[in-house]
């Protein structure tokens, strides 16, 4: 009896399938694209965080030990806001939007429509587990798809607090949540899908890609990298090291997508760049931070291993400047800098996702760019400087996913802006009407009245109509 209950919980292909075949049938009745449904989805989202607030930062304390101002501000306040967009501004995202005709066409209209994409698959990460799952279903829901979410089995709390609510606040014969890890999301990706919303790693974004491929899927694939700070000299250092230290370890403890990833500074600024980082994570987390109640731990021990490995490295282990202590017990690790790590080590060469800091040194700050351009295209560039010519070359001359100058990572937050990578930092993007239009066709429509048969175009060609050319 026990085995037969378990193996109708399994979510193998068929129930894929199924799950599929069911939710088509839901957007085939044209329940999705009524203005009406998509808004009162919408403001079920609300209604779900409102009256749970205290669970949903409970699961993330319990996934993360993510501390609750962050978890309010980065996850809960940061969902609502992109419903309350939505909300406000989705009669106007919907409105078919006039397009200029030229004179072949003359005289007609025409208009783009946006139309929903059908049925669509967000696949989401650990790390900001309820943020990253909600926002794209967000969009998805806003431009009228049926979507299937599946939250990161990494961070199993939030995952199945999703699974719950999203039951019962929303409409399940077209929003559903598959829990699981590699064989459910394997088992949804043979499937055929509108559009594909992956966040995660480019290991498995490549994996997302193929599956997609077979089907013609388009896909959207929100990666990392490894996003470089770059810090001029004669600059306001402890507004600086303030906004670095609050985009790295303020955010997760450097489990962030956009966190900085490393530091390029000159040479000469480089000790007055560690006595003010030095001041600052003492003021944030105060002498002993692994006992600091504002720092999320590492997600689980394969991360923490992987972190010490690039820690332990020989030729990086004696360029420890601040921090290096850690509780393997706890998962924690303290925010860690380290000074002119060789550039073949592997913390210089793989996304370091966590509270490691490593600052590379140059002769001069014009020469960061080169060292940026010669790495894969990060997800965020930073620039900290006062110089408007530097700041000008940085934009105009650094591919990046998204850029932010004398900050960090707040750019996410600004709903004007699309966010989203470049090269192996992703493909796509979304948040606020680039969120609505991720998840819709763009159908351009002319309209022609029976006016105007203009004669020319028919055949026969006759020399006359020839000589109008
Ligand atoms: P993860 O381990 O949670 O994996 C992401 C998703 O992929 C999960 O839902 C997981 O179940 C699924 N998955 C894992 N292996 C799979 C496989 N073999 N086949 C199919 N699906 C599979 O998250 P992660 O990859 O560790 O996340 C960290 C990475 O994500 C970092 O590189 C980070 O920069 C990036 N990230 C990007 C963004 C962004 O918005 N651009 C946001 C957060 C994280």
Same mark, same amino acid.
């Given at each position: 009896?026990?085995?037969?209950?378990?193996?109708?919980?399994?979510?193998?292909?068929?129930?894929?399938?199924?799950?599929?075949?069911?939710?088509?049938?839901?957007?085939?009745?044209?329940?999705?694209?009524?203005?009406?449904?998509?808004?009162?989805?919408?403001?079920?989202?609300?209604?779900?965080?409102?009256?749970?607030?205290?669970?949903?930062?409970?699961?993330?304390?319990?996934?993360?030990?993510?501390?609750?101002?962050?978890?309010?501000?980065?996850?809960?306040?940061?969902?609502?806001?992109?419903?309350?967009?939505?909300?406000?501004?989705?009669?106007?995202?919907?409105?078919?939007?006039?397009?200029?005709?030229?004179?072949?066409?003359?005289?007609?209209?025409?208009?783009?429509?946006?139309?929903?994409?059908?049925?669509?698959?967000?696949?989401?990460?650990?790390?900001?587990?309820?943020?990253?799952?909600?926002?794209?279903?967000?969009?998805?829901?806003?431009?009228?798809?049926?979507?299937?979410?599946?939250?990161?089995?990494?961070?199993?709390?939030?995952?199945?607090?999703?699974?719950?609510?999203?039951?019962?606040?929303?409409?399940?014969?077209?929003?559903?949540?598959?829990?699981?890890?590699?064989?459910?999301?394997?088992?949804?990706?043979?499937?055929?899908? %509108?559009?594909?919303?992956?966040?995660?790693?480019?290991?498995?974004?490549?994996?997302?890609?193929?599956?997609?491929?077979?089907?013609?899927?388009?896909?959207?694939?929100?990666?990392?990298?490894?996003?470089?700070?770059?810090?001029?000299?004669?600059?306001?250092?402890?507004?600086?090291?303030?906004?670095?230290?609050?985009?790295?370890?303020?955010?997760?403890?450097?489990?962030?997508?956009?966190?900085?990833?490393?530091?390029?500074?000159?040479?000469?600024?480089?000790?007055?760049?560690? %006595?003010?980082?030095?001041?600052?994570?003492?003021?944030?987390?105060?002498?002993?931070?692994?006992?600091?109640?504002?720092?999320?731990?590492?997600?689980?021990?394969?991360?923490?291993?992987?972190?010490?490995?690039?820690?332990?490295?020989?030729?990086?282990?004696?360029?420890?400047?601040?921090?290096?202590?850690?509780?393997?017990?706890?998962?924690?690790?303290?925010?860690?800098?380290?000074?002119?790590?060789?550039?073949?080590?592997?913390?210089?060469?793989?996304?370091?996702?966590?509270?490691?800091?490593?600052?590379?040194?140059? %002769?001069?700050?014009?020469?960061?760019?080169?060292?940026?351009?010669?790495?894969?295209?990060?997800?965020?560039?930073?620039?900290?400087?006062?110089?408007?010519?530097?700041?000008?070359?940085?934009?105009?001359?650094?591919?990046?996913?998204?850029?932010?100058?004398?900050?960090?990572?707040?750019?996410?937050?600004?709903?004007?802006?699309?966010?989203?990578?470049?090269?192996?930092?992703?493909?796509?993007?979304?948040?606020?009407?680039?969120?609505?239009?991720?998840?819709?066709?763009?159908?351009?429509?002319?309209?022609?009245?029976?006016?105007?048969?203009?004669?020319?175009?028919?055949?026969?060609?006759?020399?006359?109509?020839?000589?109008?050319?």
């Amino acid at each position: 009896m026990a085995e037969e209950e378990e193996k109708t919980n399994i979510f193998d292909v068929e129930s894929a399938a199924s799950l599929v075949k069911d939710l088509r049938k839901s957007f085939g009745s044209g329940k999705t694209k009524s203005y009406e449904w998509r808004v009162q989805q919408l403001k079920s989202i609300i209604k779900m965080i409102d009256e749970n607030e205290e669970d949903i930062v409970e699961a993330l304390r319990l996934d993360l030990s993510k501390p609750q101002l962050e978890s309010f501000v980065s996850e809960i306040s940061m969902t609502k806001s992109a419903c309350g967009v939505a909300l406000k501004e989705l009669k106007h995202w919907m409105k078919p939007e006039k397009a200029k005709t030229s004179i072949t066409t003359f005289p007609s209209s025409a208009e783009i429509v946006s139309e929903p994409l059908g049925v669509v698959l967000i696949i989401s990460a650990w790390n900001y587990p309820f943020l990253l799952s909600l926002d794209p279903v967000i969009g998805a829901i806003a431009a009228g798809n049926a979507v299937v979410l599946k939250p990161s089995e990494i961070s199993p709390a939030t995952s199945s607090l999703l699974a719950k609510f999203v039951e019962k606040y929303l409409d399940s014969s077209a929003i559903r949540v598959v829990e699981g890890a590699v064989p459910e999301t394997s088992a949804l990706l043979e499937q055929k899908w %509108d559009k594909i919303l992956y966040t995660g790693n480019g290991r498995v974004g490549r994996i997302v890609m193929a599956a997609a491929a077979k089907h013609l899927t388009p896909v959207i694939l929100e990666l990392g990298g490894k996003s470089p700070v770059v810090v001029d000299s004669n600059i306001n250092l402890k507004v600086a090291t303030r906004r670095i230290v609050a985009g790295k370890w303020g955010c997760n403890n450097g489990q962030a997508c956009i966190a900085p990833d490393y530091i390029i500074t000159t040479e000469s600024n480089a000790p007055k760049l560690i %006595d003010a980082f030095k001041c600052t994570l003492e003021e944030f987390f105060g002498k002993d931070p692994l006992e600091s109640k504002d720092l999320s731990r590492v997600v689980n021990s394969n991360h923490f291993a992987r972190l010490e490995k690039l820690l332990d490295e020989d030729k990086v282990s004696g360029k420890i400047v601040l921090g290096g202590q850690r509780d393997k017990t706890h998962l924690k690790i303290a925010p860690t800098i380290l000074l002119d790590v060789p550039e073949d080590s592997l913390i210089m060469n793989e996304e370091i996702f966590g509270p490691l800091l490593p600052i590379v040194t140059v %002769d001069k700050v014009e020469d960061s760019f080169d060292i940026i351009r010669s790495r894969s295209k990060p997800l965020a560039a930073y620039l900290f400087t006062n110089d408007k010519k530097l700041e000008k070359e940085f934009v105009s001359s650094i591919s990046a996913g998204g850029m932010l100058i004398n900050d960090t990572v707040l750019h996410l937050a600004v709903n004007t802006l699309p966010f989203g990578g470049v090269g192996e930092s992703g493909t796509g993007s979304y948040h606020g009407k680039f969120s609505f239009d991720a998840f819709s066709h763009k159908k351009g429509v002319l309209y022609r009245s029976f006016l105007g048969d203009a004669s020319a175009r028919y055949p026969p060609y006759t020399p006359r109509k020839q000589s109008l050319l």
